[in-house]
């Protein structure tokens, strides 16, 4: 026992493999911590929840985001619920363990580093990462079917009652703005959310049309805006620490087991957010190109 609560995350549990399976059964801190969940538990509600429900029992607070695998709506699962009505179920069924979610008022954490307010998200994307010589969504996305890069949530992530995945993403942009403006500008931020804020975690990826599938640029400065002492995110599967404008950003990603196996001595999980000693370095990869 280290006797100091710290501030931990993890994402991209998918759970439905094994050998994934095993290493959130390892999953477990100190009688303080906090466990922030960046999205990508599972894939069906069921496994989502019952994760979920194991980590509130080893943690003294969970955070949880949603990732685009907890959006998915297939077939093999019981809920058949789309789109915003998906999601809605799963903050009810969080709110049943006690878990936190993007719906809930931000909680202020007080131990070291505090206090400071965490602030769960849930943003989507809005196809504005753009490959390199396209110049609108549709030019875009037509270079990412050419290539064959084409993400999933195409098929089984639905935006009803939203028009598109767009126009939530730009309700989602616009409520989640409204919360923060009202924050107490005197206290700094932890910014959680799923998929990357800025676009430079994107630079990395080795399918580099993936990126529309990644973030939207209205929040290119919100690190800086809303006064973040880090940003914890998801969804690339490439973890390690980088630095924007002075603010630390943490990728928690564990990932398929085919990609964490050769990384497994070099990052463990779960992270440490707030690090008491974060060595004097401009960036920290310890990631692989996905």
């Known amino acids: 026992m280290c006797g100091v609560s710290r501030l931990l995350a993890v994402s991209d549990l998918h759970v439905r493999y094994p050998e994934n399976r095993a290493v ?3 999953l477990a801190g100190d009688p303080g911590d906090w466990l ?8 069906q509600v069921g496994d989502t929840v019952a994760t979920l429900a194991e980590l509130a029992a080893r943690f003294a607070t969970v955070i949880w985001v949603p990732g685009n695998h907890e959006l998915w709506t297939r077939t093999k699962d019981p809920v058949d619920l789309r789109g915003e009505h998906r999601y809605r179920h799963l903050v009810e069924r969080c709110r049943e363990l006690g878990v936190l979610t993007p719906e809930d008022p931000f909680p202020v954490w007080e131990g070291a580093g505090g206090p400071i307010v965490v602030a769960p998200l849930f943003l989507l994307y809005d196809y504005s990462f753009l490959p390199t010589g396209t110049t609108t969504s549709e030019e875009g996305l037509a270079a990412a079917y050419d ?4 993400c999933t949530d195409e098929h089984l992530l639905y935006p009803e009652p939203h028009p598109s995945r ?9 409520e989640t703005r409204r919360r923060l403006d009202a924050l107490d500008p005197d206290l700094p931020t932890i910014l959680v959310n799923h998929w990357p804020l800025t676009r ?5 990826l080795r399918y580099p049309e993936f990126a529309l599938w990644c973030g939207t640029t209205a929040t290119a400065d919100w690190h800086v805006r809303y006064r973040a002492q880090a940003v914890v995110y998801g ?9 924007e404008d002075g603010v630390r950003f943490v990728e928690a990603s564990l ?3 085919r990609e964490w196996r050769p990384r497994e001595a070099r990052f463990g999980h779960p992270v440490d957010v707030l690090p008491r000693q974060v060595l004097p370095v401009p960036v920290e990869d310890f990631g692989v190109r996905r």
Do not use: K, Q, S
């Not at 922030?36 to 894939?43: F, W, Y």
């Not at 290539?147 to 084409?150: C, Y």
């Not at 969804?235 to 630095?243: A, C, D, F, K, T």
């Open 166 to 174: 767009e126009a939530w993403c730009a309700a989602r942009v616009a």
């Open 147 to 150: 290539a064959g890069v084409v």
């Open 235 to 243: 969804h690339l599967h490439i973890p390690r620490v980088i630095y």
């Open 24 to 26: 959130v059964e390892g």
């Open 36 to 43: 922030i969940v960046a999205g990508d538990v599972a894939e």
């Open 200 to 204: 430079r975690p994107t630079e990395i």
């Open 255 to 257: 990932g398929y087991p």
